[in-house]
């Protein structure tokens, strides 16, 4: 049997096990741990299509809330029925076309990644035309603007009011489902010579150029798949949390994926599920410190919101002194993992880069 | 739109405008020499504001020891930001710095939410900047005429650091090439702290305006202005600190005009001054009065 072979098979069967937990704790989970679990995916998907751009492609782009609140109120828009949509929009009426178009979820869901997708390739040119900390600052000003024109446009988004009683329609199928699928589809692309050129722009353009490879080509690919899988997420995220509107998809949420991926590793896929799984998990773990403790005789009363300033000094720490973060830029491989286990003096240190 | 109404918005911007010309010298100085959008550089606003209130309702100093105290603890916070998130990090990858710019704006917003907590707080203006006045038949705060001139004089003494004294010429020959002033035997550190010093003393004293015009002090208030001060940089040129001022002004009173003349557009506010930065970077990425900008990595 050949290496690869093997890869694909393991790979399967790792799949099919995480399917069957999933079946078990959606057996005999709690409502509570099975929102985490979902919570977990989508921050998965999100922070993995993330870190193709800011990881793979070494550029700082903040705005991928944009990308997500394009889908989300794209999806949202679509699930709900007529009815739905008039008894939302008090203050103002829906446009037309909206107001009686009506889709399955997971056209819906396709529907936001596409119109995303559609964003993203808009702004790319002003986007791409900078580099550095001006592109940064321009990504986040379309993240601003996006809020903006949620809050404005009352006759698309409802304005601030937002979005309520949508379906729930994600359950633990649909955000591992994109999960995996997210994750499948972008390690192929980084694999291949689209990903290589990607990672030749990160570690120097001018090189990159003089070998003939167009900057501007494969940063708009990969901005493009992660906006796509950014919106799908979104579409997601709404239908998990059923009540959107524009205060959901701050800068916040965009600092949120850059610490997932900047602890997981800049440039690591592994790294990013890694991150958006600590997260998950941790920001609810972390809720400790938010809640009032009881030492018997002490009673130390919670502090909302410390778990963002723990956040946000974790940030700091991993960026100075451990700037690889958890994985650096290696991913998870079963050649690895099986050096791992065996004894062969060969193992252990065939990790692939 | 009648005349006198036009000139009361036509002051306003102008007192706008200098809060984000103060902010934006700042930005541009920290850019010229290290490269970096000091994202905390905002929150300074905020911590100036809280410290001034601190310094008046706690050890209920007046306010004219108050403020410059809170100015100076401002510029001290500055130093200790440089030493602790970018000093560390002078030679890594310019994403990492930003990154971490990025977190230490996240920590002094959180740490101020955990500490004093999200309830807006009222700022309290010294009544000598509350009267009101007339000019010309122009009824305006004493505050809104202020604001522009104590701008002009603190820009004046800034001007003066740079062009006429030693600890100037450094800054400008940092921000041309470090390596060479290195080289020449200056302390690159210490060359780099006093421009921290320099730039949160002017976000302070911008901060501590900023909250006696909106007088509602909260963890978040230095998020908006220090933006638009970025933007401001950019617009007049950053690394350049006469296009700051200038980039302030223009950005200041477009941002009022704009609402005053259509008031249609007033929910698009806060989104006018990125779209004014996307325009600058499409059509002159170096801005009103920047030179091609030099690439140090």
Redesign the interface.
């Known amino acids: 049997m050949s290496k690869a072979r093997r890869d694909q098979l393991l790979s399967v069967l790792g799949i099919l096990v995480l399917f069957s937990v999933l079946y078990l704790f959606q057996l005999f989970g709690t409502d509570y741990q099975i929102r985490i679990l979902n919570n977990m995916a989508i921050f998965i998907t999100l922070a993995v299509s993330y870190n193709l751009v800011?990881g793979i492609c070494?550029i700082?782009h903040l705005g991928p809330n944009a990308f997500i609140t394009v889908g989300a109120y794209t999806s949202a828009l679509l699930t709900m029925s007529a009815a739905e949509k008039q008894a939302s929009f008090i203050i103002e009426p829906l446009i037309w076309p909206l107001s009686v178009l009506h889709a399955p979820f997971v056209v819906s869901l396709l529907a936001g990644g596409i119109l995303a997708t559609l964003f993203a390739y808009l702004i790319s040119y002003?986007v791409f035309?900078?580099r550095?900390?001006?592109l940064?600052?321009?990504t986040?000003?379309?993240g601003?603007?996006v809020r903006?024109?949620c809050?404005?446009f009352q006759t698309v988004t409802n304005g601030p009011l937002g979005l309520k009683g949508l379906q729930p329609h994600t359950n633990l199928w649909w955000s591992w489902g994109v999960a995996v699928l997210t994750i499948i589809l972008i390690t192929k692309l980084i694999n291949s010579s689209y990903g290589r050129a990607m990672k030749a722009i990160r570690d120097d353009e001018t090189a990159a150029r003089a070998m003939g490879v167009d900057p501007f080509r494969h940063l708009l690919l990969a901005f493009l798949v992660s906006a796509f899988f950014s919106g799908v997420a979104g579409g997601l995220l709404a239908h998990l949390i059923t009540t959107i509107s524009p205060t959901l998809f701050t800068f916040f949420l965009t600092?949120n994926l850059?610490m997932m991926i900047?602890v997981g590793g800049?440039g690591s896929t592994t790294g990013a599920v890694l991150g958006a799984a600590l997260f998950a998990w941790g920001g609810e773990a972390l809720r400790v410190v938010e809640n009032p403790i009881n030492l018997g005789v002490i009673r130390i009363p919670g502090?909302?919101?410390?778990r963002?300033?723990i956040?946000?000094?974790l940030?700091?720490v991993v960026?100075?002194?451990a700037?690889r973060g958890i994985m650096g830029r290696k991913e998870f491989s079963w050649e690895w993992l099986i050096g791992k286990f065996s004894k062969s003096p060969t193992g252990g240190s065939s990790v692939a880069s | 739109m009648d005349a006198t109404i036009f000139f009361q918005q036509l002051i306003n911007g102008v007192s706008v405008g200098s809060l984000y010309a103060l902010v934006a010298i700042g930005y541009t100085m920290v850019?010229g020499i290290l490269?970096?959008?000091n994202f905390a550089h905002g929150d300074l606003l905020m911590f100036a504001a809280y410290a001034a209130i601190y310094g008046i309702a706690i050890f209920s100093l007046p306010w004219y020891v108050s403020f410059p105290l809170a100015v100076l603890i401002t510029g001290a916070l500055g130093i200790i930001l440089d030493r602790?998130?970018y000093r560390?990090?002078r030679d890594?990858p310019?994403?990492?710095l930003?990154?971490?710019a990025?977190?230490?704006s996240?920590?002094l917003e959180?740490?101020a939410?955990?500490i004093i907590g999200?309830v807006p707080k009222g700022f309290p203006r010294p009544d000598v900047f509350g009267k009101v006045i007339d000019i010309w038949g122009l009824r305006v705060q004493v505050l809104t005429v202020y604001t522009p001139i104590i701008t002009l004089l603190l820009l004046m003494g800034l001007l003066y650091v740079v062009y006429r004294t030693k600890v100037g010429k450094a800054m400008r020959a940092a921000s041309k090439d470090f390596e060479t002033t290195r080289l020449m035997g200056i302390n690159l550190d210490r060359v780099i702290a006093i421009t921290f010093l320099l730039g949160s003393s002017l976000a302070a004293a911008g901060g501590l305006m900023w909250a006696m015009k909106y007088p509602q002090v909260n963890p978040f208030m230095g998020v908006f202005p220090g933006?638009k001060a970025?933007?401001a940089a950019?617009l007049g040129g950053i690394g350049n600190i006469i296009g700051a001022v200038i980039g302030g002004f223009l950005l200041g009173l477009g941002e009022i005009l704009i609402v005053a003349l259509v008031p249609g557009l007033a929910?698009?506010k806060?989104?006018f001054a990125?779209?004014v930065?996307?325009l600058v970077?499409?059509f002159r990425?170096t801005g009103i009065m920047g030179e091609p900008i030099i690439d140090k990595s």
Request: positive net charge; hydrophobic residues 65%.
């Open positions: 800011n070494g700082l002003p035309r900078v550095g900390d001006y940064a600052i321009v986040l000003g379309f601003e603007v903006v024109l809050n404005a600092f850059l900047v800049l502090i909302p919101g410390m963002m300033v956040f946000s000094i940030l700091m960026i100075v002194f700037r | 850019y490269r970096l959008i602790v998130a560390p990090l890594a310019r994403i990492s930003l990154i971490s990025i977190g230490a996240f920590l959180n740490l939410l955990v999200g933006l970025f933007i950019v929910q698009y806060d989104a990125f779209i930065l996307i970077l499409l990425p």
